[in-house]
């Protein structure tokens, strides 16, 4: 029984590890494409550059937290957890701080939800086009 349970073990571990992976890596992609996206946009003038590239990367993160909360199921001794934990609240606290700026940087350029659609942010990309837009007081 000790064995079977052995072997169960090795196995959901290398399913963890893997999953683990796998998360990373689509982080890694939507890190990258943003700042692609970003370089590009630099080069082209476009508008809300900044704000797509905060977007992408607070996106990035998020896949990034993801893959270290599923290390914390397969992690063994308790200095690993403290720094897992450490890294997870980094990474926590660079979110936080994109996410403030993205708010900041909306606020300042005064955006419609018309205008955040236009955008096409990977956080407003999925935003309905059937959807009426809402107006600001006064309009």
Do not use: C
């Amino acid at each position: 029984m000790e064995q079977v349970l052995e072997v169960i073990s090795k196995y959901f571990d290398l399913i963890v590890e893997y999953l683990i992976m796998l998360v990373e890596f689509v982080g890694i992609v939507i890190l990258v494409y943003a700042i692609v996206s970003a370089v590009i946009g630099l080069f082209k003038r476009q508008q809300h550059v900044r704000l797509k590239l905060a977007e992408g990367i607070a996106l990035s993160l998020e896949f990034k937290m993801g893959g270290e909360l599923l290390r914390t199921v397969i992690v063994r001794e308790w200095n690993e957890l403290l720094i897992l934990g450490a890294i997870i609240l980094l990474r926590a606290a660079l979110t936080f701080l994109i996410q403030w700026e993205i708010k900041i940087e909306r606020k300042n350029g005064n955006l419609t939800d018309v205008e955040l659609k236009d955008i096409k942010t990977p956080l407003t990309q999925d935003l309905d086009e059937n959807k009426p837009s809402r107006k600001k007081k006064g309009e």
